[in-house]
């Protein structure tokens, strides 16, 4: 078992559809969870970070982290085709080396 | 100073040869990593710095592998006798160690013939 599962997708979702990508992970050491965006040919950039378990809002994003269930999601609101990426979920035990998933790649339909 | 940059962008190299990668975090970020990103994986780990220093290498960073620091600024990676499962994206980020979440470069692709 891998320590972070995530489903590849692809993810398609009509626009202005709310979104919701999920993670689970195995490592119940885990104390920080990230969620990253990456565009074809990018790096991957910082969308949310939360620490421990709950949830954090962000504009259109919203992360949550269920650590007594060892999962974690990320909710899209109102999303536009712009949004159209892969996304990875991210975890560490400290604030130092990131394990990430997978990715979902992610589709918006105008 | 607009981010971490990293040159080449792409590489293509014999198998057999040598590559050698730079990575130019942003300036005032103590911590320096690098990844190594396959298609539809996400990025593994392969080692990181704090400033000079080098705290942790993954397994995945064998004997053919070698990264430096030198004056805990910009940073190398270097690939001696390139295999074709070499072939990847390597990616370097840097972040402040009272920070938290990485900032990333766009990465050098390297394919291996």
């Known amino acids: 078992q891998k320590e972070v599962e995530q489903d590849p997708g692809p993810l398609s979702v009509p626009e202005g559809a709310i979104v919701s990508l999920n993670c689970t992970y195995s490592?119940?050491?885990?104390?920080?969870f990230m969620w990253y965006r990456q565009y074809s040919r990018k790096g991957p950039e910082l969308l949310m970070y939360t620490y421990s378990s709950g949830n954090k809002e962000d504009g259109r994003f919203t992360a949550q982290v269920d650590k007594s269930s060892k999962y974690i999601s990320l909710f899209i609101r109102d999303s536009q085709p712009s949004d159209s990426a892969t996304y990875l979920c991210a975890m560490s035990v400290r604030d130092d080396k990131i394990i990430f998933g997978k990715g979902t790649r992610l589709h918006i339909l105008p | 100073d607009t981010g971490v940059s990293q040159d080449p962008r792409h590489k293509i190299t014999k198998r057999g040869q040598n590559v050698t990668f730079r990575c130019d975090p942003i300036s005032e970020h103590n911590r320096l990593y690098w990844y190594r990103q396959t298609l539809g994986q996400g990025p593994e780990f392969l080692t990181y710095f704090q400033n000079e220093a080098q705290l942790e290498k993954s397994r995945l960073l064998s004997d053919r592998f070698s990264a430096e620091r030198p004056k805990g600024s910009f940073s190398t990676l270097e690939i001696q006798r390139t295999e074709q499962g070499d072939s990847a994206m390597y990616l370097c980020?840097?972040?402040?160690?009272?920070?938290?979440?990485?900032?990333f470069g766009s990465g050098t692709r390297l394919t291996v013939v």
């Open positions: 490592n119940s050491a885990f104390q920080y």
């Open positions: 980020a840097s972040s402040f160690s009272t920070d938290y979440g990485y900032t």
